[in-house]
């Protein structure tokens, strides 16, 4: 990672203009009317990428500068697919409170804050202090990238299997920040609370359990709930897996309605194979984290991009319809074949909408003209754009 200047310094007037006494103009504009930092500075094409490193990837926490790697990989990817810059800043605090008191002085530096790897219940409680606190975007990526790409490739699923998200029956495996940020986005969309069973690793999140944590509480079922994961599965339409390797048995599947929804999403080994999945129900439609098995859900179809238009749009916020604009384009784009330079990416894709390609590629060019655009359309009819 580097800082690159866009303007020319290789005179004594350039210095001059870059820093003093040049600067002096814009930094008294600044002062009378904030909001020209997005013309005078680079606020308006800036994120940071916040970490403390309590909940990297698959290697749990292991610190806020063992987790620097991966946020400077994040800061690539929205420079890379959105030609967002974006710092990463790692910070050594895992009380959540206090993190949220330093990410809450960062605003006038950055358009938005892209909050990574923190563990859950904290990744909450930081997240919802600073959206209160900061007048730019907070996203927690963990949660609402991932929700939104698993709710993009349910509209295509459900659109092939003729069912609508207010009928759906969906079983979840795994409690955690994306399960329950999906969970959050889907009942926003329609999906009834009450056709939701959700697992942890204690079992059925219920009602009757005591102590149980505020998020999962929203979704506990009433009274004691099924004895296990394969009897919830009898004559579901969707299991939607954010959990580990092998927790869904294939023969399970046997039992779910006809042309089941797998999105087994555990990294690096899924909850079910797709080959296993397929050798029980030959009509599933199959989703996986992995790059290697067709419709992957991968965050990076979402945030470059749902930033992007949060920016273009000067959006105060990220609202649920924001990420529902995002769904529906990256969605959409699934539905028709990408241009010679994506397909030549993949030459082992037959890019056809259906089974086997619910979801666009990472590489796919329209993802950075499509959903930037829908995201912005989304704040400024949600009140939200500046």
Same mark, same amino acid.
């Given at each position: ?10 005179t ?20 009378? =009317? ?6 005078? /500075?680079?606020? @308006?094409?800036?994120?940071? &990428?916040?970490?403390? +490193?309590? %909940? ?10 063992a ?6 990989g ?8 959105a ?36 563990k ?6 930081v ?6 606190r900061m ?15 698993i709710?993009?490739?349910?509209? =295509? ?6 069912? /609508?998200?207010? @009928?759906?029956?969906?079983? &979840?495996?795994?409690? +955690?920040? %994306?399960?329950?940020?999906t ?16 697992f ?6 219920t ?47 046997a ?8 999105f ?5 080994e899924?909850e079910?194979w797709?080959a ?28 470059p ?7 273009d749009a ?9 990420q ?42 329209r993802l950075?003209?499509?959903v ?15």
């Amino acid at each position: 990672m580097a800082a690159v200047t866009t303007k020319p310094l290789a005179t004594q007037h350039d210095l001059s203009l870059a820093y003093s006494p040049g600067v002096a103009g814009p930094c008294l504009d600044i002062q009378k =009317n904030p909001a020209a930092a997005y013309e005078m /500075t680079n606020k @308006s094409n800036t994120v940071a &990428v916040i970490s403390n +490193g309590t %909940a990297v990837l698959g290697l749990g926490n292991i610190g806020a500068m063992a987790s620097k790697p991966v946020m400077e990989g994040k800061a690539a990817l929205f420079k890379a697919f959105a030609g967002v810059d974006a710092v990463d800043i790692c910070i050594d605090e895992k009380d959540p409170k206090k993190l949220a008191d330093i990410i809450s002085t960062l605003g006038p530096s950055f358009g938005g804050i892209n909050l990574e790897d923190i563990k859950a219940p904290d990744c909450f409680i930081v997240e919802e202090i600073c959206r209160e606190r900061m007048d730019i975007p907070v996203f927690h990526d963990d949660q609402h990238g991932t929700a939104t790409v698993i709710y993009a490739g349910l509209i =295509n699923a459900l659109e092939l299997t003729g069912r /609508t998200l207010e @009928s759906l029956k969906l079983v &979840v495996n795994g409690a +955690g920040a %994306a399960a329950i940020a999906t969970l959050d986005l889907l009942t926003s969309q329609g999906l009834p609370k009450d056709n939701i069973t959700l697992f942890d690793s204690q079992g059925c999140v219920t009602t009757s359990r005591k102590g149980l944590e505020a998020r999962r509480a929203v979704y506990a079922k009433e009274g004691k709930g099924p004895k296990s994961l394969a009897k919830a599965l009898e004559g579901a339409d969707m299991f939607l897996g954010v959990s580990k390797a092998a927790a869904l048995n294939p023969l399970w599947i046997a039992h779910m309605n006809k042309a089941p929804i797998i999105f087994a999403l555990a990294n690096p080994e899924p909850e079910v194979w797709p080959a296993h999945a397929l050798e029980v129900a030959s009509d599933a439609i199959v989703a996986t984290g992995r790059s290697d098995f067709a419709n992957q859900v991968n965050n990076v179809l979402c945030f470059p991009f749902l930033f992007r238009g949060a920016l273009d749009a000067r959006a105060h916020s990220i609202t649920p319809a924001m990420q529902r604009a995002a769904a529906l384009a990256i969605a959409e784009l699934a539905r028709s074949k990408p241009g010679k330079e994506t397909t030549d990416a993949y030459p082992n894709d037959d890019f056809v909408f259906g089974q086997n390609y619910i979801l666009p590629k990472p590489f796919d060019a329209r993802l950075g003209e499509v959903v930037p655009a829908a995201v912005a359309q989304g704040a400024k009819e949600d009140g939200v754009a500046g």
